[in-house]
DNA sequence: ATGGTGGCACCGCCA
């Protein structure tokens, strides 16, 4: 089983590299982040031509979620299932026994604002959210840009980044809380203590991936049962050394047997 | 250095 990850700031400006992408790897599910477009102008056809079902959920303008996958979802899942619901932000779905929760965490602004709070909250919610709708034991994946960069082997300057809202010591105990509900961290478990590999480069940081200035924030995580089965998880500069790139890059992982 | 770039919406906002 193939999955991947990929904020893609805009899913029509970024058909040029997630369709070829899809076509060349054939992953069996694919979450995407940043759509930021309307559910009705989404472009479905152009995954449905590749043998792609697709679920989706966005407003215009921002955020926005949707999941690719080989297999018709069975259970969908659309928000946090709460008043604020956020459906922009989570969507997941059951396929023969496995999970997939894909998410776009709030981002934060700046740890004085409102939605930094708002973030905060967000984590907390999401547990009671992981609560009452699964259980550790299972088979789950957990996706998406989750805005937090957890070590400092994640970001290229730990010392200057210090403070910033994806990376100090409340995010991480948000970020923790979720990760002692049964997640494993898989590119961790692949690389662990390698520094220097990043999902995110800023636009506005000049030659920010050709210097390798980015941020481990787009992860791939999985309950035991099936994090115990993973084979590789890898991060895919290539998607941002292409024509009009995402500031982020994807993220893949494979489990089973071969 | 209080910018920079990019996307979508509108004429700012979020990242």
């Not at 100090?168 to 961290?185: H, L, Q, T, Y």
């Not at 991936?209 to 791939?220: E, K, Q, T």
Request: net charge positive.
């Amino acid at each position: 089983m193939k999955i991947a990850t990929y904020n893609v700031n805009s899913i029509r400006s970024r058909l040029h590299i997630v369709l070829p992408w899809l076509q060349k790897n054939r992953p069996d599910y694919l979450c995407l982040q940043e759509t930021k477009v309307a559910d009705d102008k989404f472009p479905a056809a152009e995954f449905a031509g590749l043998g792609y079902h697709v679920i989706l959920k966005g407003y215009k303008q921002h955020a926005g979620v949707a999941i690719v996958s080989k297999q018709k979802p069975q259970k969908v899942i659309f928000g946090l299932d709460d008043e604020t619901n956020d459906a922009d932000r989570i969507i997941a779905a059951t396929y023969d026994g496995l999970a997939v929760i894909n998410t776009y965490v709030p981002q934060g602004q700046s740890k004085d604002s409102p939605q930094y709070a708002y973030k905060l909250a967000w984590f907390r919610r999401l547990k009671k959210y992981l609560q009452k709708h699964f259980q550790p034991q299972n088979r789950i994946v957990w996706c998406g840009d989750l805005n937090v960069a957890p070590e400092a082997i994640d970001v290229h300057d730990p010392k200057r980044i210090l403070g910033h809202v994806c990376f100090n010591p409340e995010v991480w105990s948000a970020f923790g809380n979720i990760k002692s509900w049964g997640f494993i961290d898989v590119f961790r478990r692949h690389h662990p203590a390698e520094a220097g590999q990043y999902s995110f480069f800023d636009y506005r940081v000049r030659d920010a991936a050709g210097r390798n200035l980015g941020w481990r924030v787009d992860h791939i995580l999985a309950t035991q049962s099936l994090a115990g089965f993973s084979r590789a998880c890898n991060i895919d500069l290539p998607t941002r050394f292409t024509e009009k790139p995402s500031d982020h890059v994807l993220v893949y992982a494979e489990f089973g047997d071969h």
